[in-house]
């Protein structure tokens, strides 16, 4: 990635900026401290990764403002991109990707800012993290690699090149191995349980087999018993089939009872109804006279009612017609009462417009007075424009009268506070010195302690460094005692071998070599207690060594706040000693302003001007009050200009009115002709006649209709007399058959009687022969009802032996399938555990940093040949041998380890024992190469470089060196940006990236 623009808008401490990169390969970024350098590299991160120093994204906008937005231009993999980073205060942000085409720049943005940024991750081949570590060189990174452990220095290795996720892997790796560990222990305890419940499957299966030989016992009992029954039952049917038959028969003869009593009723009724219907038929010929008298009264009632209907006909119709006459009346009615209303409205605004026209005259004399009253207010006008921006002078220089008054008045208690506070600082100069002492005195004992502090902390930092190499020696000899305990066990065997030849011992050489082991490992125990012993006593030292710093710390607590006391009453004091002379400098400007406020002695310009002006405003002799008279005067006769408009409306309107009139009094006389024809001559008034001369046709009276009606009610009774006679003649012969039939059915009736009667002695005399089985069917049944209750309770309880052999044969199927998921538990438990050890520290991790360091080790040489004239070179050692003081070479263990040989013309030395110079270009050499590995292997070529190396740190010779080994490898760089706040430094490089701060935000300059 090659920077080419870079453009700030609110961002962090700059405001409005650009800084173009184009022609700068090696550069110096210089400023003071606080001046905003190290902004422009976040504004880079953030534009690009959304990423800064800032706790939070808000904090990345400038004070005061409420948007931020930073424009970056950069080359990567031979093409241009740009990339726009906007944010809002207290709203959400907005992210811009473009690449730059022959015609200008093409959006590449994605839908939401998350998609985006995955595209220029895409297109970039850099994410933040290996940015940083990488294109970013910051202080301290390299000398902390070469200062650490060797076992530190691979798990440095392992955090730069990303090995973490493995770490992930190896633990997801370790849980699915303890949940399939878990889940075999499982399984093999369930399989034990369903195996104790598959040994019940023999004795389930014997009970089962004696059971159902005792139930086909109890089965042939009952079979027997119920043939039995079924005997018993047949008797006791046929007895009752003779009770349900003797019931039947006695029901029926009670039944025919009832029948010959119902039949002695109705003939007795029919007897008398038809000596009823007898007499009725005497009066036969009385009857028939009255009902056709009744006849013929009613065929009068309905030719009158039919006279009636037509009548009501033609009434209705003549109803309706008048109705409609007398709409067509009132609508030409509303016609003629609307013409007279508009008659008498131009009758009124004739009167009302000869009354406007009758004030004319006085119009016109009121238009006299408006004309004059107007000249007097436009003089007026004039003159006022004149006065105004007089007056408006005067009231500013009034103000600036009122402003000098008051400054003088604010500086005039500005002395007074001030003298009153050196009077105060006069007076306080003698306990100030006093204080200065005693807190001097404080601060030497203090720092008398803090030398002490540090040789107790120098002191504490030697028994701990005492204490980490006891502990190196105590795993040595740990380790050495586990050998020699295993050698010893090894020699136990009766054809033990040598544990350092492997040849056979005979017994004069075992015992020697037990006897040797035993005494090394005697040894070895003795030193292994020394050890612990001295770091028992370092412990305790270091105890001691801990409470005393904590005690001697807290007594040093007041130092700082002293020295800050210190420094403030020494300031104080020095203020005091020029007090008596700013006093009478004071008094003096006091006096001085008292006397130039008591005669207006200030801004004599001003008053000068302001009297002048004065004297040509009393010329003028503008008065508002005069002005405001003019305007009243002319708002009191505008009213003749509307009277004057009203006037010409109303001549105007009284011709138009003229001309009208006339038409309104002939559509008057029009309407009145139209009502006296539609009420004599219109075809409703001639409909309304010809109905009215036929319902004098119809001739219906409505007295006589009313007589009919009345004698036809009287007469009504005899059709109703006339309807029974008709009725009892038809029902007479009916009547004397139904007697004569209820003779013949009450005679059969009594035979049938008989006869019933006669059975049912028949049926009792049966019953009376035969035997009731009742109480052996009771018996035998409760028999049954018992044996079928055992029975029941046997099969239950075969059922439950069934259904359990049936869940030991499922239990037999289940205990196959789990233990096939056993095996395939172990299985994966043995698989992830092997996956464990691959992803951990010695596996895949290991392997991977193996292939990492032969390319890092190259990359190293190359670049520290070029810094040292091919006078250094650095070797990567992963593995050593390991072995105790008194092991041989042949049973040496090979240690993990990242050893780093350094060697040079006078051979292999150690790091410390090179000069500030050497180790300088080693460190810077490692650093570097691991910049250049980690952006390989992000899949980007290292083009830019930022060194924050720190110069502050470097003496002069450390500063040059630092300059030269940049100089020396800017060849393989497209942009190097270097960093510093040193001013002396600016003039190594060629191009300077100034930066200063003023009051409106960083600045930055560009000096090549």
Same mark, same amino acid.
């Given at each position: 990635?090659?920077?080419?623009?870079?453009?700030?808008?609110?961002?962090?401490?700059?405001?409005?900026?650009?800084?173009?990169?184009?022609?700068?390969?090696?550069?110096?970024?210089?400023?003071?401290?606080?001046?905003?350098?190290?902004?422009?590299?976040?504004?880079?991160?953030?534009?690009?990764?959304?990423?800064?120093?800032?706790?939070?994204?808000?904090?990345?906008?400038?004070?005061?403002?409420?948007?931020?937005?930073?424009?970056?231009?950069?080359?990567?993999?031979?093409?241009?991109?740009?990339?726009?980073?906007?944010?809002?205060?207290?709203?959400?942000?907005?992210?811009?990707?473009?690449?730059?085409?022959?015609?200008?720049?093409?959006?590449?943005?994605?839908?939401?800012?998350?998609?985006?940024?995955?595209?220029?991750?895409?297109?970039?081949?850099?994410?933040?993290?290996?940015?940083?570590?990488?294109?970013?060189?910051?202080?301290?990174?390299?000398?902390?690699?070469?200062?650490?452990?060797?076992?530190?220095?691979?798990?440095?290795?392992?955090?730069?090149?990303?090995?973490?996720?493995?770490?992930?892997?190896?633990?997801?790796?370790?849980?699915?191995?303890?949940?399939?560990?878990?889940?075999?222990?499982?399984?093999?305890?369930?399989?034990?349980?369903?195996?104790?419940?598959?040994?019940?499957?023999?004795?389930?299966?014997?009970?089962?087999?004696?059971?159902?030989?005792?139930?086909?016992?109890?089965?042939?009992?009952?079979?027997?018993?119920?043939?039995?029954?079924?005997?018993?039952?047949?008797?006791?049917?046929?007895?009752?089939?003779?009770?349900?038959?003797?019931?039947?028969?006695?029901?029926?003869?009670?039944?025919?009872?009832?029948?010959?009593?119902?039949?002695?009723?109705?003939?007795?009724?029919?007897?008398?109804?038809?000596?009823?219907?007898?007499?009725?038929?005497?009066?036969?010929?009385?009857?028939?006279?009255?009902?056709?008298?009744?006849?013929?009264?009613?065929?009068?009632?309905?030719?009158?009612?039919?006279?009636?209907?037509?009548?009501?006909?033609?009434?209705?119709?003549?109803?309706?017609? %008048?109705? $409609?006459?007398? #709409? +067509?009346?009132?609508?030409?009615?509303?016609?003629?009462?609307? &013409?007279? !209303? *508009? /008659? @008498? =409205?131009?009758?009124? %605004?004739? $009167?009302?417009? #000869? +009354?406007?026209?009758?004030?004319?005259?006085?119009?016109?004399? &009121?238009? !006299? *007075? /408006? @004309? =004059?009253?107007?000249?007097?207010?436009?003089?007026?006008? +004039?003159?006022?424009?004149?006065?105004?921006?007089?007056?408006?002078?005067?009231?500013? /220089?009034?103000?600036?009268?009122?402003?000098?008054?008051?400054?003088?008045?604010?500086?005039?208690?500005?002395?007074?506070?001030?003298?009153?506070?050196?009077?105060?600082?006069?007076?306080?100069?003698?306990?100030?010195?006093?204080?200065?002492?005693?807190?001097?005195?404080?601060?030497?004992?203090?720092?008398?302690?803090?030398?002490?502090?540090?040789?107790?902390?120098?002191?504490?930092?030697?028994?701990?460094?005492?204490?980490?190499?006891?502990?190196?020696?105590?795993?040595?000899?740990?380790?050495?005692?586990?050998?020699?305990?295993?050698?010893?066990?090894?020699?136990?065997?009766?054809?033990?071998?040598?544990?350092?030849?492997?040849?056979?011992?005979?017994?004069?050489?075992?015992?020697?070599?037990?006897?040797?082991?035993?005494?090394?490992?005697?040894?070895?125990?003795?030193?292994?207690?020394?050890?612990?012993?001295?770091?028992?006593?370092?412990?305790?030292?270091?105890?001691?060594?801990?409470?005393?710093?904590?005690?001697?710390?807290?007594?040093?607590?007041?130092?700082?706040?002293?020295?800050?006391?210190?420094?403030?009453?020494?300031?104080?004091?020095?203020?005091?000693?020029?007090?008596?002379?700013?006093?009478?400098?004071?008094?003096?400007?006091?006096?001085?302003?008292?006397?130039?406020?008591?005669?207006?002695?200030?801004?004599?310009?001003?008053?000068?001007?302001?009297?002048?002006?004065?004297?040509?405003?009393?010329?003028?002799?503008?008065?508002?009050?005069?002005?405001?008279?003019?305007?009243?005067?002319?708002?009191?006769?505008?009213?003749?200009?509307?009277?004057?408009?009203?006037?010409?409306?109303?001549?105007?309107?009284?011709?138009?009115?003229?001309?009208?009139?006339?038409?309104?009094?002939?559509?008057?006389?029009?309407?009145?002709?139209?009502?006296?024809?539609?009420?004599?001559?219109?075809?409703?008034?001639?409909?309304?006649?010809?109905?009215?001369?036929?319902?004098?046709?119809?001739?219906?009276?409505?007295?006589?209709?009313?007589?009919?009606?009345?004698?036809?009610?009287?007469?009504?009774?005899?059709?109703?007399?006339?309807?029974?006679?008709?009725?009892?003649?038809?029902?007479?012969?009916?009547?004397?058959?139904?007697?004569?039939?209820?003779?013949?059915?009450?005679?059969?009736?009594?035979?049938?009687?008989?006869?019933?009667?006669?059975?049912?002695?028949?049926?009792?005399?049966?019953?009376?022969?035969?035997?009731?089985?009742?109480?052996?069917?009771?018996?035998?049944?409760?028999?049954?009802?018992?044996?079928?209750?055992?029975?029941?309770?046997?099969?239950?309880?075969?059922?439950?032996?069934?259904?359990?052999?049936?869940?030991?044969?499922?239990?037999?199927?289940?205990?196959?399938?789990?233990?096939?998921?056993?095996?395939?538990?172990?299985?994966?438990?043995?698989?992830?555990?092997?996956?464990?050890?691959?992803?951990?520290?010695?596996?895949?991790?290991?392997?991977?940093?193996?292939?990492?360091?032969?390319?890092?080790?190259?990359?190293?040489?190359?670049?520290?040949?070029?810094?040292?004239?091919?006078?250094?070179?650095?070797?990567?050692?992963?593995?050593?041998?390991?072995?105790?003081?008194?092991?041989?070479?042949?049973?040496?263990?090979?240690?993990?380890?990242?050893?780093?040989?350094?060697?040079?013309?006078?051979?292999?030395?150690?790091?410390?024992?090179?000069?500030?110079?050497?180790?300088?270009?080693?460190?810077?050499?490692?650093?570097?190469?691991?910049?250049?590995?980690?952006?390989?292997?992000?899949?980007?070529?290292?083009?830019?470089?930022?060194?924050?190396?720190?110069?502050?740190?470097?003496?002069?010779?450390?500063?040059?060196?630092?300059?030269?080994?940049?100089?020396?490898?800017?060849?393989?760089?497209?942009?190097?940006?270097?960093?510093?706040?040193?001013?002396?430094?600016?003039?190594?490089?060629?191009?300077?990236?100034?930066?200063?701060?003023?009051?409106?935000?960083?600045?930055?300059?560009?000096?090549?």
């Amino acid at each position: 990635m090659i920077p080419i623009q870079l453009t700030l808008k609110n961002f962090l401490s700059y405001c409005d900026t650009t800084l173009d990169f184009r022609g700068l390969h090696t550069a110096c970024i210089c400023g003071s401290n606080g001046a905003g350098k190290s902004s422009l590299l976040e504004a880079i991160t953030w534009a690009i990764w959304g990423e800064s120093r800032a706790p939070s994204e808000d904090d990345v906008i400038h004070t005061g403002a409420k948007e931020v937005r930073v424009d970056f231009i950069f080359e990567a993999n031979q093409q241009t991109y740009k990339v726009i980073r906007t944010r809002v205060r207290g709203g959400s942000g907005a992210l811009e990707f473009q690449i730059q085409t022959p015609t200008g720049f093409r959006a590449l943005t994605g839908k939401g800012i998350r998609a985006t940024q995955d595209l220029i991750l895409e297109h970039i081949k850099l994410d933040y993290d290996t940015f940083i570590n990488s294109a970013y060189l910051r202080q301290g990174r390299a000398d902390e690699f070469m200062l650490k452990r060797p076992t530190e220095r691979k798990e440095i290795l392992a955090e730069l090149l990303k090995l973490n996720q493995y770490d992930e892997l190896e633990e997801r790796a370790k849980e699915l191995s303890r949940q399939f560990k878990a889940r075999a222990e499982e399984l093999e305890r369930l399989l034990d349980s369903l195996k104790s419940q598959l040994q019940q499957r023999e004795a389930t299966a014997q009970k089962q087999a004696e059971l159902e030989g005792q139930i086909n016992q109890l089965q042939q009992v009952q079979a027997f018993e119920n043939i039995q029954l079924q005997s018993l039952q047949v008797v006791q049917h046929q007895r009752q089939n003779w009770e349900q038959q003797l019931s039947f028969v006695r029901q029926q003869y009670q039944n025919l009872t009832q029948d010959c009593d119902r039949l002695q009723q109705e003939h007795s009724a029919i007897d008398n109804q038809l000596s009823s219907l007898e007499e009725l038929l005497t009066q036969e010929a009385e009857i028939k006279a009255g009902y056709n008298q009744y006849q013929i009264l009613q065929s009068q009632e309905e030719a009158m009612g039919a006279k009636f209907e037509e009548h009501t006909r033609a009434q209705q119709a003549r109803q309706q017609k %008048q109705q $409609q006459l007398t #709409q +067509q009346i009132n609508e030409i009615e509303r016609q003629l009462q609307h &013409a007279e !209303a *508009q /008659l @008498a =409205a131009l009758q009124q %605004q004739h $009167q009302e417009l #000869q +009354q406007t026209l009758s004030k004319s005259d006085e119009v016109e004399a &009121a238009l !006299a *007075q /408006l @004309a =004059a009253a107007r000249n007097r207010l436009a003089q007026m006008d +004039q003159l006022q424009l004149q006065v105004a921006p007089l007056l408006q002078q005067r009231v500013t /220089l009034q103000s600036q009268l009122n402003r000098a008054h008051a400054g003088l008045m604010a500086r005039f208690e500005q002395l007074q506070a001030t003298e009153n506070q050196l009077q105060r600082q006069h007076r306080r100069q003698p306990q100030l010195q006093q204080a200065v002492i005693e807190v001097a005195m404080q601060i030497s004992e203090l720092e008398k302690k803090r030398v002490y502090l540090q040789r107790v902390q120098e002191k504490g930092q030697e028994r701990r460094h005492l204490i980490e190499r006891l502990q190196a020696h105590q795993r040595d000899f740990e380790k050495l005692l586990g050998e020699l305990q295993q050698k010893l066990q090894m020699l136990q065997n009766p054809n033990a071998i040598c544990p350092l030849c492997e040849r056979s011992l005979d017994e004069h050489h075992w015992n020697r070599v037990v006897d040797k082991t035993k005494v090394e490992y005697k040894d070895a125990e003795d030193e292994l207690w020394i050890v612990r012993e001295r770091m028992a006593v370092s412990d305790r030292e270091i105890q001691v060594l801990r409470q005393e710093y904590k005690e001697i710390s807290q007594q040093l607590s007041p130092y700082d706040s002293l020295r800050e006391q210190r420094g403030q009453l020494a300031a104080q004091l020095e203020v005091t000693s020029d007090v008596e002379q700013q006093l009478q400098q004071i008094v003096a400007e006091k006096q001085h302003l008292e006397r130039s406020l008591q005669i207006n002695d200030y801004a004599h310009d001003t008053h000068a001007e302001l009297q002048q002006l004065e004297q040509y405003l009393q010329q003028l002799n503008y008065n508002e009050q005069d002005h405001a008279l003019a305007r009243n005067e002319v708002e009191r006769w505008r009213w003749a200009e509307i009277r004057l408009s009203q006037i010409k409306d109303a001549t105007k309107r009284q011709t138009q009115l003229a001309a009208r009139k006339p038409e309104i009094e002939a559509q008057i006389a029009q309407l009145q002709t139209r009502i006296q024809q539609e009420t004599t001559e219109s075809e409703c008034a001639r409909q309304i006649a010809a109905l009215e001369r036929h319902m004098t046709e119809i001739g219906y009276v409505s007295e006589q209709h009313n007589n009919l009606r009345i004698a036809v009610r009287k007469t009504q009774a005899w059709e109703l007399r006339y309807q029974q006679l008709v009725g009892i003649q038809q029902q007479y012969p009916q009547l004397k058959a139904r007697l004569q039939e209820l003779e013949v059915s009450l005679q059969a009736r009594l035979t049938e009687r008989q006869r019933y009667n006669l059975q049912i002695e028949s049926i009792v005399q049966q019953l009376e022969e035969s035997a009731n089985p009742s109480a052996q069917i009771q018996t035998l049944e409760q028999q049954i009802t018992s044996r079928r209750r055992q029975l029941d309770e046997q099969i239950a309880q075969l059922g439950r032996l069934q259904q359990q052999s049936h869940q030991l044969e499922t239990l037999q199927i289940q205990y196959d399938q789990q233990q096939q998921q056993l095996q395939e538990a172990k299985r994966q438990h043995r698989i992830y555990q092997e996956l464990s050890q691959a992803f951990g520290k010695n596996g895949i991790q290991a392997l991977m940093i193996e292939n990492v360091l032969p390319q890092l080790e190259a990359e190293t040489n190359q670049l520290l040949s070029r810094l040292s004239a091919n006078q250094l070179h650095v070797q990567f050692v992963t593995q050593r041998a390991g072995k105790s003081a008194k092991a041989s070479k042949k049973n040496a263990k090979l240690i993990d380890t990242l050893d780093i040989l350094i060697a040079d013309a006078r051979g292999t030395r150690a790091y410390e024992t090179y000069s500030g110079g050497e180790a300088f270009r080693i460190n810077f050499a490692i650093r570097l190469a691991l910049a250049k590995l980690l952006a390989q292997r992000a899949g980007a070529a290292l083009q830019l470089l930022i060194v924050d190396e720190g110069f502050g740190t470097q003496d002069a010779e450390g500063c040059d060196r630092l300059i030269a080994a940049i100089n020396a490898i800017a060849s393989d760089f497209a942009c190097i940006l270097t960093v510093t706040h040193m001013p002396h430094l600016k003039e190594a490089f060629q191009a300077r990236i100034e930066v200063n701060k003023t009051q409106s935000g960083s600045q930055v300059r560009l000096m090549i």
